[in-house]
């Protein structure tokens, strides 16, 4: 099981970025998948989810500005980003679990045993 993460970079504030997660050594459509993120001081908090039904859920922060999608062509999980802000700063992370509820809020960052390596967003006033 492999998952890596690509895409984060500098923007300014209102900028967008596209972020991947390429995943290998299982289906992605096939697990809850979910982009974490986390800046420094702070604990990891789950930003969107894609269930295994295909439904999506997002924090609050994120609603109206993130798109989570997934593309089984190329096994890939994705997470568009938009109207960035500065607080949207961390480092963002895929992870992977076997739960079906799949759900914003209910996605305790131990119950994923499988992350990537994370990818750096940063967001300049």
């Known amino acids: 099981v492999r998952l890596e993460e690509s895409g984060g970079g500098s923007v300014q504030a209102g900028g967008s970025l596209k972020l991947s997660c390429v995943v290998s050594?299982?289906?992605?459509?096939?697990?809850?998948m979910v982009w974490f993120r986390q800046s420094p001081g702070k604990e990891r908090e789950a930003v969107a989810a894609?269930?295994?039904?295909?439904?999506?859920t997002y924090t609050d922060s994120a609603k109206g500005r993130f798109t989570i999608s997934e593309d089984s062509a190329s096994n890939t999980l994705f997470l568009e980003m938009n109207s960035l802000k500065p607080e949207d700063t961390a480092m963002y992370y895929c992870?992977?679990?076997?739960?079906?509820?799949?759900?914003?809020?209910?996605?305790?960052?131990?119950?994923?045993?499988?992350w990537g390596q994370g990818t750096q967003v940063t967001v300049s006033s």
């Open positions: 894609f269930s295994r039904a295909g439904e999506t």
């Open positions: 992870a992977r679990n076997s739960w079906v509820t799949c759900e914003i809020g209910r996605l305790p960052p131990a119950a994923f045993p499988y």
């Open positions: 050594g299982f289906i992605v459509s096939s697990y809850c």
